[in-house]
């Protein structure tokens, strides 16, 4: 039982991430229309 809650936030952990990379490509794009891929070597 204690394994399956380690996972749980392992997985919403991993998930925020994403998402704040993701919101960082957002931003950029969004601002100066053109995809900044060195958001990529944070993650």
């Known amino acids: ?3 399956l809650f ?3 936030i ?3 952990v991993l998930g925020s991430m994403y ?3 993701a ?3 957002t ?3 969004g601002i100066i229309n053109l995809i ?3 958001h990529g070597e944070i993650l």
């Open 36 to 38: 900044n891929f060195a």
């Open 1 to 3: 039982m204690e394994t």
């Open 19 to 21: 998402a704040l990379v």
């Open 27 to 29: 931003m950029v794009y």
């Open 23 to 25: 919101l960082g490509y």
């Open 10 to 12: 392992n997985g919403l």
């Open 6 to 8: 380690q996972q749980i």
